[in-house]
């Protein structure tokens, strides 16, 4: 039996502060990464047979 | 060009002249006869825990494989997931930060997340660039189709997996967990807000 995976902890304090201003301050992708993600995306979902995701 | 850029430009030359490639979802009675990424756990997963997984709803599963030789190139499956705070203590610094921030007062606790149980290539693929396509499917899926609310894409990842997330534009949750053999990260979807129009 494989192990299993680690819960997302719970932030607090200092951390969730910075974490949201991160959320309110969400550093945009390069061009170059976002048409990387676009190719892949396009490329692969033709090939999805049942994927309900 | 970066070599991780031409890793990923090879994957899709090899890839794109393949027509029995497909994506399939895992389902209970399916069965997975070889893999090998050269991680005993990841192996053993796919190999054995995915259906089961599966039928309990504790994660789907999908292989990346050829439809005729059913040689599986890579896996991941996926779980929901949510990013949890905490509760600030009353402090006026908070407040100033609430003040500013949230004028209506509305402050979400919990965030919405698509979590990466697993991931992962075979040894014959390695370094092609396949992992970083399932990532860009993923993160793509996510935000484009958002078929139910989700902010965030997490992962577990192993140690020697981090600089791979981190080219993907995945960041620490926490410093608790810093030189631990397995580390939580996140990626942002509204990092690809401004280009809602590229997706």
Redesign the interface.
């Known amino acids: 039996?494989?192990?299993p995976?680690?819960e997302?902890?719970?932030?607090?304090?200092e951390?969730?502060?910075q974490?949201?201003v991160?959320?309110?301050h969400?550093?945009?992708?390069s061009?170059?990464?976002?048409?990387?993600?676009?190719?892949?995306?396009e490329?692969?979902?033709k090939?999805?047979?049942?994927?309900?995701? | 060009m970066s070599s991780f850029?031409r890793s990923?430009s090879t994957a899709?030359s090899e890839?794109?002249h393949n027509d029995t490639?497909?994506?399939?979802?895992l389902?209970a009675g399916d069965v997975v006869k070889q893999f090998d990424c050269g991680d005993e756990?990841?192996n053993?997963?796919i190999l054995?825990?995915a259906p089961l997984y599966y039928r309990v709803r504790l994660?789907?599963s999908?292989v990346?494989e050829d439809k005729i030789s059913g040689d599986v190139i890579g896996y991941f499956s996926?779980?929901h997931?949510?990013?949890?705070?905490?509760d600030?203590p009353s402090n006026s610094a908070?407040n100033r930060?609430r003040k500013q921030?949230f004028a209506q007062g509305k402050m979400f606790k919990s965030?919405p997340?698509?979590?990466i149980?697993?991931l992962a290539t075979d040894k014959r693929h390695r370094g092609s660039g396949v992992g970083?396509?399932?990532v860009?499917?993923?993160?793509?899926?996510?935000k484009?189709e958002n078929r139910a609310g989700c902010?965030f894409v997490?992962v577990?990842a192993y140690a020697d997996a981090l600089d791979f997330y981190f080219k993907q534009?995945f960041?620490p949750?926490?410093?608790?967990?810093e030189g631990a053999d397995?580390r939580?990260l996140y990626f942002?979807l509204?990092?690809?807000?401004?280009?809602d129009d590229?997706?």
């Open positions: 039996m494989a192990k995976v680690k997302t902890p719970i932030l607090f304090g951390e969730a502060r974490f949201e991160r959320m309110l969400p550093k945009p992708l061009p170059a990464r976002v048409k990387a993600i676009r190719r892949d995306y490329f692969l979902r090939k999805c047979v049942n994927c309900s995701f | 850029a990923v899709h890839m794109k490639l497909q994506l399939r979802r389902d756990d990841l053993d997963f054995t825990d994660a789907t999908y990346l996926l779980a997931d949510r990013i949890s705070l905490t600030f908070y930060f921030f965030y997340a698509i979590k149980c697993r970083a396509m399932l860009n499917l993923i993160i793509a899926s996510y484009k902010r997490t577990d534009g960041l949750l926490s410093k608790e967990d397995t939580l942002d509204e990092s690809l807000r401004s280009t590229a997706l």
